[in-house]
């Protein structure tokens, strides 16, 4: 079974800022089946990123993701207002077919 | 535009069934697989079940397998997932998903589901 661990849990940082979230595979990823999620308080979770670089459509370049194997990172340059939520990665594989990692919190300083 | 709109959430006590519906509109509907996640309120996702553009090959997670029935009218651009037995732990919203590449690129707003 391949388990997803994000982190931190949650980060603290302010408008204008840049973070990398981390999300680590316990098995290897093929990375054209990683992808990251934001989801905001009320709302559905909304793609971001797939095939672990690849942004979805109409998402700003300050979005972007990187990695391979087990070790995979989304990093949000100038942070804007809109941008704190929670962010998932979720990989496609065998068993379980899907599964996502617990999120990353991204809270106002 | 994509539009992919859940139904039939609600109160159920445990052992009971209910069925979700997901309507969908603004993409060829049978051209393409999708999918059913669920979360609990406050806390992270969770895969239920998968399907193909036709309907013939369908996937569950194991917390669900044998009590979920995940099904497709394709003539209707509908999808059902029809849960039996439910148990407390099956509440939470769930959302249906067009499927592509491994990935959910168009999310529903999501039904509630409380069994209680």
């Known amino acids: 079974e391949i388990v997803l661990t994000q982190s931190p849990g949650t980060l603290s940082v302010s408008p204008g800022e840049s973070v990398t979230l981390s999300c680590r595979a316990s098995?290897?990823?093929?990375?054209?089946?990683l992808a990251w999620y934001q989801q905001k308080p009320g709302q559905a979770p909304r793609l971001l990123i797939h095939?672990?670089?690849n942004r979805a459509t109409g998402l700003p370049d300050r979005f972007s993701g990187r990695g391979s194997g087990t070790d995979f990172t989304l990093t949000i340059s100038r942070l804007e207002p809109e941008d704190f939520a929670m962010y998932y990665c979720?990989?496609?594989?065998?068993?379980?077919?899907?599964?996502f990692g617990q999120g990353t919190k991204l809270e106002f300083k | 535009e994509v539009q992919l709109v859940e139904s039939g959430g609600g109160l159920v006590e445990p052992g009971g069934s209910l069925r979700l519906s997901c309507a969908a509109s603004?993409?060829?509907?049978?051209?393409?697989?999708m999918s059913w996640v669920r979360q609990v309120p406050g806390r992270g996702l969770e895969w239920v079940s998968s399907?193909?553009?036709?309907?013939?090959?369908?996937y569950y997670a194991d917390s669900v397998k044998g009590r979920f029935t995940f099904s497709r009218d394709n003539s209707k651009n509908t999808l059902y997932l029809q849960m039996n037995s439910l148990r407390v732990e099956d509440t939470a919203v769930y959302y249906c998903?067009?499927?592509?590449?491994?990935?959910?690129?168009?999310w529903g707003q999501g039904a509630l589901v409380t069994v209680s």
């Open positions: 998903q067009r499927l592509i590449n491994g990935f959910f690129d168009s």
């Open positions: 603004g993409f060829t509907f049978s051209t393409y697989s």
């Open positions: 399907t193909t553009d036709s309907g013939g090959v369908t």
């Open positions: 098995q290897s990823v093929d990375s054209k089946y």
């Open positions: 095939a672990a670089s």
């Open positions: 979720q990989q496609y594989g065998n068993s379980p077919r899907y599964s």
